[in-house]
Every structure is written in structure tokens, then in C-alpha cells.
């Protein structure tokens, strides 16, 4: 009865290391690789359609960078590997890709100035694209929202054809300055007005006067 007693104990010990060794290491990959799971209510108002899908890289794979984690409703604790907690640097409704940082597409159309001062309430600034990969990672937020173009944190308005980020950093330094191949000579300031930046749905940007009313991107660097 004895050997039987220390036998079943033996069992139950390695059965809770198992157990405690398996969640120790699904915590872990979750947060090194960023597949944090999704909690997603349907509260958001300002990104109604966002379908919380996962973007495949060229092989069909899902890269760190490619893996999208929506943000709604309620905060919890998550958590990147730095220890960096990602819901309070972000708020809610923001949608947080590793690698790249968080974005909000608001729908609601404002002025560029209006979009900007928005953005910076948020604890953000109006969007700037560093790769093209955010700019894919953009065009796939456009379409799943069907709007056509957003205002972007770039313009001339210092001086004309002299483009800048929000954070007076030259656009050739920012990694992505591609602009519309469907509207010969972009930037063309039409009619002399035009002096802030848009992304269209195509791809590229578009300069636009900055008094009309877009939707807007909004981002936090992370």
C-alpha cells in the first residue's frame, strides 16, 4: 500500500511540472513572437470593420512584424519582451504590429490641422510611413474600411517642395517617400494650395490642400 501511495504521489508531481513547464512556455512564446491573442468587442466606434485577420509575408508565413494584435475595450496587462506595456502607451482601439508600431484610422472626415491636433490628444501624432511595409500594413486598414485616402504627418508648409514629417524630419530620411504614379508630376501643388500629404488606396501619396476634409491616420511609436 506504501509503494502504491509514493507511486501515484510520484505521478501527481510530474503531472504538475508538466502542467507548469507548458504554461511557463506558452507565456513566454507569446510574448517574444507577439501572437497575443486577439480580445475583441465590438464597442469600437471609430474602426468598426476591422476584421482582426493576420497578414502573411511573400511564403505565406507570419512574420513578427506581420502579426497584427487589435486592441478594444477594456485594458489588460500586455506585455512586449521589454516589459514595455503596450495598451497603456497605446490606449484602446489602436492596432499594435511588433516591429512596426500602433495605428488608428479614424474615418471621420477633418482638416489636416484639425486631424493633427486630434492625433496629439490621443497621446500620438498624425501617421508617418517609415517602410513599405507600413504602408502595406496602411493600404490594408483603407480597404478593410473602404476609404479611399488619409491624411498622413507630412507637408510643405514651410516652404514649397521642401517636404517634412510632423517631426521636422526631411521625408527622404523617413524610409518611405513614394508618391502617387496615377497623377503625373506628384507633388504637383495644383493651383499653389496644396501642402499637405494624403495616402491613397492605391499606394503613394498625394499632395493635397490642407484645409479639405480626409479621413486620418493616427500612430504611436512604440
Request: aromatic share 8%.
Amino acid at each position: 500500500m506504501t509503494i502504491m501511495l509514493r507511486c501515484v504521489l510520484v505521478i501527481l508531481l510530474y503531472t504538475i511540472i508538466y502542467l507548469v513547464a507548458s504554461e511557463n512556455r506558452i507565456s513566454t512564446d507569446t510574448v517574444i513572437n507577439g501572437l497575443i491573442s486577439e480580445n475583441i468587442s465590438k464597442s469600437s466606434q471609430d474602426f468598426p470593420t476591422a476584421s482582426g485577420k493576420l497578414l502573411p509575408n511573400a511564403n505565406g508565413n507570419l512574420s513578427p512584424a506581420q502579426q497584427i494584435i487589435y486592441i478594444y475595450g477594456p485594458r489588460q496587462e500586455w506585455k512586449m519582451q521589454d516589459g514595455t506595456n503596450l495598451i497603456e502607451k497605446a490606449g484602446s482601439d489602436y492596432l499594435i504590429t511588433p516591429g512596426i508600431g500602433a495605428h488608428k484610422l479614424h474615418v471621420r472626415k477633418l482638416t489636416w490641422n484639425k486631424a493633427r491636433r486630434i492625433c496629439i490628444e490621443e497621446g500620438g501624432h498624425l501617421a508617418i510611413i517609415n517602410s513599405n511595409s507600413e504602408e502595406k500594413l496602411l493600404l490594408h486598414i483603407l480597404e478593410e474600411n473602404k476609404v479611399n485616402q488619409a491624411w498622413l504627418g507630412v507637408h510643405d508648409l514651410y516652404e514649397e517642395g521642401d517636404w517634412n514629417t510632423i517631426m521636422d524630419v526631411p521625408l527622404e530620411a523617413t524610409g518611405y517617400s513614394k508618391w502617387t504614379l496615377k497623377i503625373a508630376n506628384e507633388p504637383d501643388n495644383y493651383n499653389g494650395k496644396q501642402h499637405c500629404g494624403i495616402l491613397l488606396k492605391d499606394g503613394g501619396m498625394d499632395d493635397i490642400e490642407c484645409t479639405a476634409a480626409f479621413a486620418f491616420f493616427c500612430e504611436i511609436t512604440l
